[in-house]
């Protein structure tokens, strides 16, 4: 059973940074790229970042480039989001999710990813 789990969320002031972990088990994490998705209310999930399956390639929306940090450790199972310069509009449930051979081009779809995440809150207060 494939499961995705986060953590490190909570609460911080604007300008301010948090750091996010998803842990994967159930399957063989270096085969998959993964990526991570934000929800807030009343909008649309949205793509933040996706990091494919080596850590070599990376994509940011242009809400976060600059300020958030995508990696992975292979050998832990895990990728990390580092968020910087934090702002209240970067409130939102964060999702990891994973996917098998994502396509470059399709890297901001959420069709593409399979599994995903129970979300954790970051909330942002200005």
């Known amino acids: 059973q494939v499961q995705l789990v986060e953590s490190g969320g909570g609460l911080a002031q604007a300008g301010g940074s948090l750091r996010l972990s998803c842990t994967a088990s159930?399957?063989?994490?270096?085969?998959?790229?993964m990526a991570w998705f934000r929800q807030s209310p009343g909008k649309e999930n949205e793509f933040v970042v996706g990091i494919s399956w080596s850590g070599g390639t990376n994509a940011y929306s242009n809400a976060v480039k600059g300020r958030f940090t995508i990696s992975r450790d292979n050998a832990k199972n895990t990728v990390i989001l580092q968020l910087n310069s934090l702002k209240p509009e970067d409130t939102a449930v964060y999702y990891c999710?994973?996917?098998?051979?994502?396509?470059?081009?399709?890297?901001?779809?959420?069709?593409?990813?399979?599994?995903w995440g129970q979300g954790t809150q970051v909330t942002v207060s200005s």
């Open positions: 159930g399957l063989t994490f270096s085969n998959y790229d």
């Open positions: 999710a994973l996917g098998y051979k994502v396509s470059g081009s399709l890297i901001s779809q959420r069709l593409q990813y399979a599994y």
